[in-house]
């Protein structure tokens, strides 16, 4: 299938659907008394901006693990928004939950042959407590196992290396239902660590370079409120220190060549709920 690239029209409009979201999402927050942060992109934006980096088409939201397990069950799907992580009986070929809204479609690439929520999603990234020496070595090759075999798939964009163990590691194990046993297993292993043993917290589902950083943990105690677009949304009392051991110099727009959306997508309509393109755009 041929990859769709994205209009700065289309971008717009992502932005504004997942404006309401997290809008939405924030007020769901507040009531159940969970505590989230803008990551990644939405955080930059946050600084940088007061909203969206212009080329930038989605939200990006962390939670401490302990926050992020509450919300699966927590969260009751309305009539625009539903929720998607891992289960035995609905998988989601992901690491991470990620919230749908039901009346957009918008095919990921590499999704188009899923059963999955095609919607616009908004991304939920849980963060662990991260031990040190051996341990986080071991942490961290726990990490990967969970990646492989959540997402069913060998990881393309990290080398040949990594593509070859990751197929090797799915051919071993056909079976979706012991796939999804292990990476249980791998989550239990990789999440296990408590704050009062670690001084450290780490992005484990946000691939291979991402589940290098160690944060201090104090950047993530307090949750603070700052201009987005037209409301005030959170994140970390200390995002200088997160966004600069993340990005570097984050301050620094890019150059002209490299001001462009980075996700690779197959079909977008705005306009329609993804489940009349079923059998047609996705699982034909």
């Known amino acids: 299938m041929t990859k769709y690239e994205i209009s700065e029209k289309n971008t717009m409009r992502m932005q504004q659907i997942g404006l309401e979201m997290v809008k939405c999402f924030d007020l769901f927050c507040k009531k159940n008394n969970l505590k989230y942060f803008l990551c990644g992109g939405c955080c930059i934006g946050a600084i940088r901006h007061k909203g969206f980096i212009p080329w930038d088409d989605d939200v990006d939201i962390f ?25 035995l009986d609905k998988p ?16 990921k690439t590499g999704f188009h042959d899923r059963d999955v929520s095609q919607g616009v999603a908004m991304d939920i990234f849980p963060l662990d ?10 942490q961290m090759f726990w990490a990967i196992i969970f990646s492989i075999y959540s997402v069913s798939r060998a990881p393309l964009n ?12 799915l051919g071993v194990v056909p079976s979706m239902r012991a796939r999804y046993k292990i990476a249980k297993f791998a989550e239990k292993q990789m999440s296990k660590y408590k704050e009062k043993n670690c001084n450290y917290i780490t992005e484990l589902c ?7 950083n160690d944060y201090d943990k104090d950047i993530f105690d307090n949750a603070v409120y700052v201009e ?19 990005f570097g110099d984050y301050m620094m727009l890019p150059p002209l060549e490299k001001r462009e959306n980075h996700h690779a997508y197959e079909f977008i309509d705005l306009d329609s709920p993804y489940k009349v393109y079923k059998g047609n755009k996705y699982c034909k």
């Open 63 to 87: 939670m401490m693990r302990e926050d992020f397990e509450k919300l699966k069950y927590l969260w009751k799907d309305t009539e625009d928004y539903e929720i998607q992580y891992n289960r």
């Open 92 to 107: 989601a070929y992901s690491t991470i939950l990620t919230i749908h809204d039901k009346n957009t479609t918008y095919i």
């Open 129 to 138: 407590y991260a031990p040190q020496g051996i341990k986080r070595k071991i």
């Open 158 to 169: 990290h080398g040949n290396l990594i593509k070859t163990i990751g197929n090797i590691l």
């Open 206 to 212: 946000a691939g291979p370079h991402y589940m290098k």
């Open 228 to 246: 987005f677009e037209d409301t005030q949304l959170p994140i970390p009392e200390g995002y200088n220190r997160y966004l600069t051991k993340a």
